[in-house]
């Protein structure tokens, strides 16, 4: 089981996240947060793999600050930048915290590339 973070304010995008998410028994919700800083809560006790962030965030942290956060706190978990913002691509390919890019419009990609990240055939 994979357990999974998601980093999003919007409701209707939490909905869509945890729906194809859903199609692949092997993840486990950890938790959804609005808020970065909820959500290292959740990373800190939970053995996440996987964290699925949007950039503009409703608490005081964007994605890209939280995701190097993310990697402190748990080290061995993949992260995805899952965002409205393609200007944001570079940034995201720039540092290490950021695993993949995937841009809300490509939604239907958002599980593939997450079971491409932790080596897991569809």
């Known amino acids: 089981m994979r357990v999974l973070v998601v980093v999003e304010d919007d409701e209707d995008v939490q909905d869509l996240i945890e729906t194809g998410f859903s199609l692949d028994s092997r993840f ?8 970065a800083e909820d959500a290292l809560e ?15 965030l409703a608490g005081e942290l964007t994605g890209l600050e939280a995701a190097a956060r993310f990697k402190d706190v748990a080290p061995l978990s993949k992260s995805i930048l899952f ?10 390919a720039a540092g290490p915290a950021i695993d993949a890019f995937v841009l ?10 997450a079971q491409q990240l932790l080596s897991m055939t569809g």
């Open 83 to 92: 965002t409205a913002h393609e200007e944001l691509r570079e940034a995201a």
């Open 104 to 113: 809300k419009t490509d939604s239907t990609h958002l599980l593939r590339v």
């Open 42 to 56: 959740m990373a800190r006790t939970k053995k996440v793999a996987l964290i699925v962030l949007d950039h503009g």
């Open 28 to 35: 486990t919700f950890a938790g959804v947060s609005a808020t």
